[in-house]
């Protein structure tokens, strides 16, 4: 059994920084590509950055400069850095990695969710 637990949310205020964290554990044999994406007041999902397991990374347009996501294969963990937070960043930050538990064989598993509330 594989498991994501995210931590690092809270309120801020514009302008400020926070940095989410989310650790895998379970049966890991490898971990490929990370992902942090992030769900809207309103409902709407957004992928904000992805990490590959070559350390590749992509982000979304709205926090390019912004945002950095980084990994620490080590901890099995992916970090997700927010600078110049916005009130329109407020939303429920949930992490998904693609992890191999035995030869072959690879899942999408996601964490529970973080809120990030930024205000004004």
């Known amino acids: 059994q594989v498991r994501l637990v995210e931590s690092g949310g809270g309120l801020v205020q514009a302008g400020e920084s926070l940095r989410l964290s989310c650790a895998a554990s379970?049966?890991?044999?490898?971990?490929?590509?990370m992902s942090w994406y992030r769900r809207f007041p309103g409902n709407q999902r957004e992928l904000v950055a992805t990490?590959?397991?070559?350390?590749?990374?992509n982000y979304a347009d709205s926090v390019k400069g912004r945002f950095t996501i980084s990994r620490d294969n080590t901890k099995n963990t992916v970090y997700l850095q927010m600078n110049s937070l916005k009130p329109g960043d407020t939303a429920v930050y949930y992490c998904?990695?693609?992890?191999?538990?035995?030869?072959?064989?690879?899942?999408?598993?996601w964490g529970q969710g973080t809120q990030v509330t930024v205000s004004s």
């Open positions: 998904k990695s693609v992890i191999s538990s035995r030869p072959g064989s690879w899942f999408e598993y």
């Open positions: 379970g049966t890991i044999r490898s971990i490929g590509a």
């Open positions: 990490i590959t397991g070559g350390a590749s990374t």
